[in-house]
């Protein structure tokens, strides 16, 4: 039975939760996560939480925000005033865009408030600030 180790490529199934015990994610009905420890292709909570696991292993494990999506930056958000959407978009809260800067990066932002003639936006991953628990079976090392 292999041990996962940075370098390996492995294979898990996972279901992620925030602390409420909300979902945000699973493979359990599709096909296992691939990725390989140490490249970067997953957050850094769950590459260090795989370490050391054995083929056919299954473990509960905390992620902290700062090792899933960051913390929640308040320089990531900022105020608009309504005009300056495009008549064909009627800003609401929850609602994902895209934002085109003047230097042509294109970035998603969330609405989180509408309040008479301004709109605010938050650039910062959607799960950014979030600790979050992850149900994780290693199923093999490839």
Do not use: C, W
Request: hydrophobic fraction near 35%; charge should be negative.
């Amino acid at each position: 039975m292999s041990t996962a180790k940075k370098g390996n490529i492995v294979k898990v199934h996972y279901t992620g939760m925030l602390e409420s015990g909300e979902i945000i994610d699973t493979s359990q009905d599709e096909d296992p996560l691939q990725f390989t420890i140490g490249k970067g292709e997953v957050i850094s909570g769950l590459e260090e939480a795989v370490i050391g696991m054995q083929e056919g292993e299954s473990k509960k494990t905390k992620i902290s925000s700062e090792k899933a999506y960051g913390s929640h930056r308040k320089e990531m958000v900022a105020t608009v005033e309504k005009e300056k959407f495009p008549q064909h978009i009627q800003p609401e809260v929850g609602q994902r865009l895209k934002v085109v800067q003047s230097n042509g990066t294109a970035t998603r932002v969330t609405v989180t408030e509408v309040s008479g003639s301004k709109v605010t936006l938050d650039a910062n991953h959607p799960l950014a600030g979030k600790n979050l628990i992850f149900n994780i079976t290693l199923l093999e090392v490839v």
